[in-house]
């Protein structure tokens, strides 16, 4: 764990330069506005430990597979979200002298990511090695209110010279992911032009086909007026720039504008790119960085007032929580039904950048109660479009009849993830799809998206779970074979609890899904029936037997859920008894070490637990966290808040505070090593549940929400914002009382700590 970065409650801030953390910075820092976003990377040359990370929303590469032993369904190819053409890039030379913080002597280095504005704001003073010294102020942004635009302000004052000055003004598009399979370059060009004051690179995917188009124009002022300087423009090779030649007057700052626009031809035609490019770029530079800016602040603003969560009185504990919030919100603003949410967001090209079973299972819940319900609807409508996908994928697995199998990885629908263990064993993902729908339905009420889109996928997954299942004459009952649960330090186990309670599940919700559109809509029924040439009786006789008889592996002696056959052949040993140096697993220990252990990855049978926690009482929930906490590493990011849920609900407050630590700064402090490959975007919805649904308490049973709140002692007071039903609640919790204010919409009746209370404004 590292703790460098200063505690405050808007803002992330880095005092002083050090290089080996600078890549764990660069992810940290991360901007984006939901069609892009970038590493927080310098403009100025680095030749020091960095990684340059541009990426557009939709566009990625289908990376060869690569493996030692190829088997049969393994998928073609692994996703990748592609480092896009760079823009960022201001280089600096003066004189003979290039500005590179790796070989000056920094001094007062402090970077700052306001998240309140989305603004990134970076100053140092700098000595070249001859001497001239430099102090530079630079601010950067990717525009909330236009998605295509970014801006920089970068300001560079000469403190003890006069000299000549070269700036070098690029569009680069030839570029290199760092998880490339074969060291492969990705992007091809297309056009490029350079005219003083203009660079453009059109390039596009091998393979895929897309399209990004990225041009800059730039203003440089000297005393609040324009200076062209000598200007010349060169050309290679997937590269375009501009290289301007002034003074740098002694005590007189130079001010570079940079804008840039960045078009992709999911958005535009692919011939009219260029031209659309140079018309954004227009009128960016007519706006001007104060005006972009401030249009960009005023999104913001409305965002915090839709999803901010405010804590008092622990300063560490609020920088956490806004910072996975920011992150969230930059990564997926809900306007376009074709994205979704990447692992990493713009942060960093680990895990491909793609779309995971983390969208449905963590990240819907923020998004129902932060944004309007269309947000989140058009996440369960992406996974709609991807049906065909998923029968696609079962047929290669060897299903039939219409089964789908959704992917454990995906950019298009088609499973792209090429891990044995996880892309055929961890099946439970495609059940997430269907608790989404019914955690869906619960919170708006909008039981139409069963009608027009929900059943048809419920079809689909249901008759995954009837030919995945297999009858046991041993048990007399169903048992599920060869499977990964949520704990991905198991392979190939046989009934893992949560794997085989999820598909019975969605085996009854199915059910009950047919049954509902049948009686409300008999006309859509009528034509799901045919389309999906759906044998009512036959099949539905079928789930409900497997659901009926499905088999749930239980130690009676400890009244405990078993994590999956054999478990109890395991030396079970707890977390605190690992040496430190053991630790984290995943990089210490091999791989068969791990799996002959007892140890888990992030919550298996507790995430069963969570999802269906009405099914438990109190008792049952307690004796299988303390069972199956102490012998938790939490190497996964999205283990630790469901942690924190269910501690909340047993009273353990001391437990869930320090869990809750761990999921909102895990990236900030850096818990896992991992930081530098990027954030861990999806997980950090766990940290908004934490808040609302773990100290909050916050439910929705039949229609109702339900709070039994709690606040940690560490805290004076947290408050948070919820979107229901037509209505918006704010909920404050201090340690004397729990206020609950309707701040739009209808009376509504909550239930507080089991007593009905009327909201009315």
Same mark, same amino acid.
């Given at each position: 764990?590292?703790?460098?970065?200063?505690?405050?409650?808007?803002?992330?801030?880095?005092?002083?330069?050090?290089?080996?953390?600078?890549?764990?910075?660069? !992810?940290?820092?991360?901007?984006?506005?939901?069609?892009?976003?970038?590493?927080?990377?310098?403009?100025?040359?680095?030749?020091?430990?960095?990684?340059?990370?541009?990426?557009?929303?939709?566009?990625?590469?289908?990376?060869?597979?690569?493996?030692?032993?190829?088997?049969?369904?393994?998928?073609?190819?692994?996703?990748?979200?592609?480092?896009?053409?760079?823009?960022?890039?201001?280089?600096?030379?003066?004189?003979?002298?290039?500005?590179?913080?790796?070989?000056?002597?920094?001094?007062?280095?402090?970077?700052?990511?306001?998240?309140?504005?989305?603004?990134?704001?970076?100053?140092?003073?700098?000595?070249?090695?001859?001497?001239?010294?430099?102090?530079?102020?630079?601010?950067?942004?990717?525009?909330?209110?236009?998605?295509?635009?970014?801006?920089?302000?970068?300001?560079?004052?000469?403190?003890?010279?006069?000299?000549? =000055?070269?700036?070098?003004?690029?569009?680069?598009?030839?570029?290199?992911?760092?998880?490339?399979?074969?060291?492969?370059?990705?992007?091809?060009?297309?056009?490029?032009?350079?005219?003083?004051?203009?660079?453009?690179?059109?390039?596009?995917?091998?393979?895929?086909?897309?399209?990004?188009?990225?041009?800059?124009?730039?203003?440089?002022?000297?005393?609040?007026?324009?200076?062209?300087?000598?200007?010349?423009?060169?050309?290679?090779?997937?590269?375009?720039?501009?290289?301007?030649?002034?003074?740098?007057?002694?005590?007189?700052?130079?001010?570079?504008?940079?804008?840039?626009?960045?078009?992709?031809?999911?958005?535009?035609?692919?011939?009219?790119?260029?031209?659309?490019?140079?018309?954004?770029?227009?009128?960016?530079?007519?706006?001007?960085? $104060?005006?972009?800016?401030?249009?960009?602040?005023?999104?913001?603003?409305?965002?915090?007032?839709?999803?901010?969560?405010?804590?008092?009185?622990?300063?560490?504990?609020?920088?956490?929580?806004?910072?996975?919030?920011?992150?969230?919100?930059?990564?997926?603003?809900?306007?376009?039904?074709?994205?979704?949410?990447?692992?990493?967001?713009?942060?960093?090209?680990?895990?491909?950048?793609?779309?995971?079973?983390?969208?449905?299972?963590?990240?819907?819940?923020?998004?129902?109660?932060?944004?309007?319900?269309?947000?989140?609807?058009?996440?369960?409508?992406?996974?709609?479009?991807?049906?065909?996908?998923?029968?696609?994928?079962?047929?290669?697995?060897?299903?039939?009849?219409?089964?789908?199998?959704?992917?454990?990885?995906?950019?298009?629908?088609?499973?792209?993830?090429?891990?044995?263990?996880?892309?055929?064993?961890?099946?439970?993902?495609?059940?997430?799809?269907?608790?989404?729908?019914?955690?869906?339905?619960?919170?708006?009420?909008?039981?139409?998206?069963?009608?027009?889109?929900?059943?048809?996928?419920?079809?689909?997954?249901?008759?995954?779970?009837?030919?995945?299942?297999?009858?046991?004459?041993?048990?007399?009952?169903?048992?599920?074979?060869?499977?990964?649960?949520?704990?991905?330090?198991?392979?190939?186990?046989?009934?893992?609890?949560?794997?085989?309670?999820?598909?019975?599940?969605?085996?009854?919700?199915?059910?009950?899904?047919?049954?509902?559109?049948?009686?409300?809509?008999?006309?859509?029924?009528?034509?799901?029936?045919?389309?999906?040439?759906?044998?009512?009786?036959?099949?539905?006789?079928?789930?409900?037997?497997?659901?009926?008889?499905?088999?749930?592996?239980?130690?009676?002696?400890?009244?405990?859920?078993?994590?999956?056959?054999?478990?109890?052949?395991?030396?079970?040993?707890?977390?605190?008894?690992?040496?430190?140096?053991?630790?984290?697993?995943?990089?210490?220990?091999?791989?068969?070490?791990?799996?002959?252990?007892?140890?888990?990855?992030?919550?298996?049978?507790?995430?069963? =637990?969570?999802?269906?926690?009405?099914?438990?009482?109190?008792?049952?929930?307690?004796?299988?966290?303390?069972?199956?906490?102490?012998?938790?590493?939490?190497?996964?990011?999205?283990?630790?808040?469901?942690?924190?849920?269910?501690?909340?609900?047993?009273?353990?407050?001391?437990?869930?505070?320090?869990?809750?630590?761990?999921?909102?700064?895990? $990236?900030?402090?850096?818990?896992?090593?991992?930081?530098?490959?990027?954030?861990? =975007?999806?997980?950090?919805?766990?940290?908004?549940?934490?808040?609302?649904?773990?100290?909050?308490?916050?439910?929705?049973?039949?229609?109702?929400?339900?709070?039994?709140?709690?606040?940690?002692?560490?805290?004076? !007071?947290?408050?948070?914002?919820?979107?229901?039903?037509?209505?918006?609640?704010?909920?404050?919790?201090?340690?004397?009382?729990?206020?609950?204010?309707?701040?739009?919409?209808?009376?509504?009746?909550?239930?507080?700590?089991?007593?009905?209370?009327?909201?009315?404004?």
């Amino acid at each position: 764990m590292k703790q460098y970065l200063k505690h405050h409650e808007w803002h992330i801030i880095e005092d002083g330069l050090n290089p080996h953390y600078n890549k764990i910075s660069e !992810s940290v820092f991360s901007l984006g506005n939901g069609r892009m976003g970038q590493r927080a990377t310098f403009e100025e040359d680095y030749s020091g430990e960095t990684h340059q990370g541009s990426y557009v929303a939709g566009v990625y590469y289908p990376d060869k597979t690569r493996v030692g032993w190829w088997k049969n369904g393994y998928p073609e190819y692994f996703a990748k979200v592609l480092n896009a053409p760079s823009w960022i890039e201001i280089k600096i030379k003066i004189g003979d002298q290039t500005l590179d913080l790796a070989k000056c002597k920094v001094e007062k280095f402090r970077r700052v990511l306001d998240m309140q504005q989305g603004l990134l704001h970076r100053a140092f003073t700098a000595t070249l090695p001859d001497g001239k010294k430099i102090s530079v102020d630079s601010k950067r942004f990717c525009s909330m209110a236009d998605g295509e635009i970014g801006a920089i302000r970068y300001e560079i004052t000469p403190l003890n010279f006069s000299a000549p =000055i070269t700036l070098t003004l690029p569009v680069d598009a030839d570029v290199v992911n760092k998880d490339s399979n074969y060291d492969e370059k990705f992007w091809e060009e297309v056009s490029k032009e350079a005219t003083p004051g203009l660079a453009i690179v059109n390039a596009q995917t091998k393979k895929t086909l897309f399209q990004v188009c990225t041009g800059i124009q730039y203003d440089i002022q000297r005393n609040g007026k324009s200076i062209t300087g000598n200007v010349t423009t060169n050309l290679r090779e997937k590269y375009a720039d501009n290289v301007v030649v002034t003074d740098l007057q002694e005590g007189t700052p130079l001010v570079i504008f940079k804008y840039a626009a960045i078009l992709s031809s999911e958005n535009h035609p692919k011939d009219q790119m260029v031209k659309h490019c140079k018309a954004k770029l227009k009128e960016a530079v007519a706006a001007g960085f $104060d005006k972009l800016f401030a249009d960009h602040a005023k999104v913001w603003a409305h965002k915090w007032e839709e999803c901010d969560v405010t804590i008092e009185g622990d300063v560490a504990a609020q920088q956490g929580i806004r910072f996975n919030i920011f992150q969230l919100t930059q990564t997926y603003t809900g306007e376009d039904e074709r994205l979704n949410i990447g692992p990493k967001g713009f942060t960093g090209e680990k895990y491909g950048g793609s779309t995971y079973w983390d969208t449905e299972a963590y990240c819907l819940p923020f998004f129902l109660s932060t944004a309007e319900p269309k947000v989140a609807r058009n996440l369960l409508v992406y996974r709609y479009k991807h049906l065909g996908k998923a029968i696609e994928n079962a047929q290669k697995l060897g299903f039939k009849d219409g089964a789908a199998f959704y992917p454990f990885v995906t950019m298009n629908g088609e499973e792209c993830h090429n891990e044995w263990e996880i892309t055929f064993e961890e099946i439970h993902r495609t059940s997430a799809m269907a608790y989404a729908m019914r955690d869906y339905i619960d919170y708006t009420g909008d039981k139409d998206y069963l009608t027009e889109f929900g059943l048809e996928v419920l079809i689909g997954i249901a008759r995954f779970w009837n030919q995945r299942a297999t009858w046991s004459e041993d048990k007399g009952k169903y048992v599920v074979l060869g499977v990964t649960g949520p704990n991905e330090y198991e392979n190939n186990v046989n009934n893992n609890w949560y794997t085989n309670y999820l598909g019975a599940w969605t085996l009854r919700f199915a059910r009950e899904a047919v049954d509902y559109v049948k009686t409300s809509n008999p006309k859509r029924y009528a034509e799901l029936v045919t389309k999906t040439k759906f044998e009512e009786k036959a099949e539905t006789d079928r789930w409900k037997h497997i659901s009926d008889n499905m088999y749930y592996p239980y130690d009676a002696k400890r009244k405990v859920i078993l994590q999956q056959d054999g478990f109890l052949d395991k030396e079970l040993i707890r977390v605190k008894d690992l040496k430190p140096e053991d630790r984290p697993l995943n990089q210490k220990w091999s791989w068969d070490r791990i799996l002959r252990s007892c140890f888990i990855k992030q919550a298996d049978v507790l995430q069963g =637990i969570f999802l269906f926690e009405d099914d438990f009482d109190l008792d049952t929930i307690r004796r299988n966290f303390d069972f199956y906490e102490p012998m938790t590493v939490h190497e996964s990011s999205l283990s630790p808040c469901v942690h924190v849920i269910l501690a909340s609900k047993l009273g353990y407050k001391e437990q869930a505070y320090e869990f809750y630590l761990r999921t909102s700064r895990l $990236d900030l402090d850096d818990y896992n090593n991992d930081t530098e490959e990027g954030c861990h =975007i999806t997980s950090m919805a766990g940290t908004w549940m934490s808040v609302v649904k773990g100290f909050g308490g916050m439910r929705v049973r039949d229609g109702k929400l339900h709070f039994t709140p709690f606040i940690p002692d560490q805290w004076k !007071s947290y408050s948070f914002r919820l979107e229901f039903r037509d209505r918006v609640i704010k909920v404050k919790i201090s340690s004397d009382k729990t206020e609950t204010i309707l701040e739009h919409g209808e009376p509504l009746e909550v239930m507080m700590n089991g007593k009905p209370v009327l909201l009315k404004k």
